[in-house]
Every structure is written in C-alpha cells, then in structure tokens.
C-alpha cells in the first residue's frame, strides 16, 4: 500500500520458510530500495533546480515550455499554469527560434545572446541567454535567462557618478578661470590703462614691473589649471617624472612634504593605465589638501610584470569611517577608477589619524 503512495522505505517482511513468495518479496524490497534512491535523487534535482536564483526554462524544439523553475515565474510575475505549455517566443523575444534550435542540434555548442523578457505587466525587461541542449533524443533545450537589470543599474549609477565628477570639473575650472584669472585680467587692464595715462617715468617703470609679475601669475595660474585637467608630462615623461612634478608643484604651493618612493620596473605600461593612476594620487592629494589638514604625504609607487601597486597616505585629521558616516566625491571617484582598471582597493582611516589607501592593480 504504501508503494502506491510513493513511500518506497517500508520493507516487507519475509517469513522463516524462505519459499518462492519470499523470494518475489525479496525482489520488490530490492526494487523498493532503487526507486527509493531514484526519488531522492529526483528530489534533490527539484530542489536545486527551484532555488536556483536565475531562470531555467526546458524547452521542446517548438519552443514549447516543458519545464520552469520558480524564479522564471517571479521574472515573469506569471503564475505556473499560465506559463507551462506556452510557446518560450510568448515571453522571451528570439531573432528566430527555429534557427537557434536547429544550430544547437547541429552543432551541440551552447549559445549566449542578449534579449528581453516581457513580464505579466507588459514591463520589458533586458536580460543575459544561455541555450543549451539536454536531451537530443527527447530534442529538449534548457534556456538559462539572467536578470541584467542590476547590472544596467550598476552601469547607470557608475555613468552618473562619471557625469557628476566630470561636471563638478568643469564647475571647478569655471570657478578658477573666473575668480581668479578672471581677477587678474581685469587687474592688467586697469594697469595698462594707467601705464597709458601716466606721465611720469618712475611710476610707470613700477607699474610695467606689475604688470609683468602679474602677467606671470597668470601665466602660471593657467599652466596649473591645464595641469589639473591635463597633464601631458604623463604622456611626454612618464608616470614617475609626472608624479614627482605634481608633488614639488604642491610642496611649493602649500608647504606639505611629499615622500615619493617610485619602483618603475621597466617602466611599460598602458598609457591610459599611467593616466588612471595619475588622476588617482591627483584625486587623494587634492582631497588631502582640501579637508586633512596634513603636513606630510607619501605615495610609494611599485611597477612589476604583472601588477602595479600604490600606496598613499597622510599624516591629517581623517574621518570617521563607519556605514552611516557622510562620504565626499574623493573617494567614490578613486573607486570608480580602481573598479575600471578592475584591481583592488583597501582604505583605512580613523579621526585624527590620517589615511592610508591601497591599491593594487593587474597588469
């Protein structure tokens, strides 16, 4: 009785007479103990294929859904009679299913494309496609749809965080150019006025004296400001040369030491991976200046054959690194560069004493 119900444990009991009815029990508890072991691997198959967290899909060569998995109905917001026996095209757009399925039968290789699903709300929904075959005899496909809408949301919030960087730039530079330059400007053209109006030679030697220390300054002003956005000592000299310059040109400016320790190796590497890294130590020691209060910074530069790594830190007042504590720009723009070069990046900081970034980069 209880084979009827599924139940394959019981075991029947053989009596002491061991005769041909024993023996034909014997071979049902044999056969009870196979299907037992049949079941519970049956089980554990549904088991995994339900709590997998994409979307399986088994498919006839028609396209017809034989089988699906819990997380295709959450994708599809469907419940599970509305979807079985349904034609896969009903939900997932395919270029030409009939072409896929005669590939993956001719050939037996799997294949991958991005489409989009539409879900019980009419809602489009992109996402990542893996076909393969199971069966061929059965001529049956499994198609494995992952959810791409972190990722675009991922990619969005990055591109965002670029637009926002690349706007507060500019806001920066404009900020410059007119509080500033702009300043100086208007200061030599007072100064030529009265150099034009003045009559004695003295006064008009100290004013041309001026005048050209501050067309000096504002030559310099803008040699820094093209620095900033564009240092082409990177490309001309090098990563290191480059490096050295951005400190003695903050040393001079500021006063804060710099310990530049550079360990090169032969010195070949991607010039946008020496750009990259040039605009993360520009990131940490502009930050540096803007809200440590530091008087020292070391930057410890290593190149090796297949990784570069950078250490950079500061003697300043830190901040306080905990989950709900405020965050400038500074350190997600160093992030976001270290996630492009696809490395790593470890920071440590605690209240008045100082920070430590450390990255390390495949090469």
């Known amino acids: 009785m209880a084979y009827s119900h599924g139940d394959f444990s019981k075991k029947l009991q053989l009596s002491d007479n061991l005769d041909t009815l024993d023996s034909i029990m014997s071979g ?87 489409s989009e699903v539409t879900n019980a709300h009419n809602k489009k929904i992109m996402v990542e496609c893996h076909v393969s075959v199971i069966d061929n005899n059965k ?38 150019l007119h509080d500033s330059i702009g300043q100086q400007i208007s200061a030599l053209k007072f100064y030529f006025d009265s150099i034009q109006k003045q009559k004695d030679d003295k006064l008009r030697t100290a004013l041309l004296k001026k005048t050209e220390a501050l067309i000096d300054n504002v030559s310099d002003e803008i040699r820094n400001i093209c620095f900033q956005l564009m240092p082409r000592s990177v490309e001309k000299f090098g990563l290191g040369q480059s490096i050295k310059q951005l400190a003695d040109l903050i040393h001079f400016s500021t006063g804060i030491k710099f310990d530049v320790k550079l360990n090169e190796g032969d010195g070949k590497i991607d010039p946008n991976v020496s750009m990259s890294i040039y605009r993360i130590i520009q990131e940490f020691v502009n930050n540096s200046i803007k809200h440590s209060k530091c008087k020292n910074i070391v930057i410890d530069l290593n190149i090796k054959p297949k990784a570069l790594s950078l250490l950079m830190t500061d003697d300043g007042i830190g ?33 008045n004493n100082g920070v430590m970034f450390n990255i390390l980069i495949p090469l």
């Open 28 to 114: 049902i508890n044999m056969l009870g103990e196979e299907l037992e072991e049949t079941t519970i691997k049956r089980d554990f198959f549904n088991s995994a294929f339900h709590s997998i967290t994409d979307s399986l899909v088994v498919i006839d060569n028609a396209g017809v859904i034989i089988d699906f998995n819990e997380s295709f109905s959450i994708l599809l917001e469907n419940k599970r009679e509305e979807i079985a026996g349904q034609n896969i095209t009903k939900f997932l757009k395919f270029n030409s299913l009939s072409k896929t399925i005669q590939k993956l039968n001719k050939d037996m290789k799997a294949i991958d494309f991005e």
């Open 319 to 351: 901040f306080n690194n905990t989950p709900t504590a405020r965050r400038g720009n500074g350190l997600d723009n160093i992030n976001l560069r270290v996630k492009y070069l696809q490395g790593e990046l470890e920071f440590n900081t605690e209240k």
């Open 139 to 176: 001529c049956q496909s499994l198609v494995k749809i992952h959810d791409l809408t972190y990722k675009i949301q991922q990619e969005a919030g990055r591109i965002a965080t670029i637009i926002k960087t690349q706007e507060e730039e500019r806001n920066r530079v404009a900020s410059d």
